[in-house]
């Protein structure tokens, strides 16, 4: 019996070095990547991974890693003239192999997602205006609102206002409704759905002009591809997937 205690004991104690010694691994790998990922997207911080699946060393020795997920904020999306915050990026990957160097890996398949607030979205609006909820109805069909005092909002689009005209836009609000869509995986792009009257000859068009622009996300894998934008309470969400992701750079 004491025998039997004794082995007991030392396999209670060597499993617990075990999972000691793979969570330290882990802990390490996470570190490595999130550096990794760092370095080759050019990010200012490291990004939040996390390698799920137990244990990690024998998906080490199998170079293949069951679940890892990846969060980042603060990444850009940019286009002529605008930059705006994204926040909560994320990206799940499941099965990544890697070559037998460790240099390079490949999930098999891949979900991505990310946000942008309505504030953030705000700061490529004119100035003047603001970006904002556009109600469910709307919402439903992928629509935000831009809303402001329309003299001011004319004059950060830098539309001329004539004398005579400016006393018609005393106390009028602009609101105006603008589509969401993605274009290419990577590419949001706003484009006004109904103006309203503007009062002023061919403003109309030059306002279009400065509602209607693209700002294309950096900052998820190349190879996941957006496909899926909601208008929220909150902003907007996107989604999408990929297969065969490479992770390499």
Known sequence: MRA??????????????FVAADRVAVSFAEDQVASRIRSSAGLGSDPEVSINGFPFLTQVVSTSLDDVRIGLDGVSASADGHAVRVTEVKAELKDVK???????????????S????????????????????????????????????????????GISVPGPFKGLLDGKTLTAYSTVSLVDGDTVRLKAATLPELYVPGAEERMREVVDYDLKIDGLPSTIKLDK????????????????????G
């Open 114 to 157: 990310a946000r942008i607030s309505y504030a953030d979205l705000s700061g490529s609006a004119p100035e003047g205006a603001t970006v904002g909820y556009a109600g469910a109805e709307r919402a439903a069909k992928g629509q935000v609102k831009l809303s402001g005092p329309m003299g001011e909002v004319l004059d950060g689009a």
């Open 98 to 112: 890697f070559d037998s160097s460790f240099s390079t890996a490949t999930a098999a398949s891949a979900t991505g």
């Open 229 to 248: 934008v909601t208008a929220t309470e909150a902003g907007l969400d996107f989604s999408g997937t990929g297969t065969d992701v490479s992770l390499s």
């Open 4 to 17: 039997l205690r004794t082995l007991l004991i030392l396999v209670v104690v060597f499993g617990g070095l």
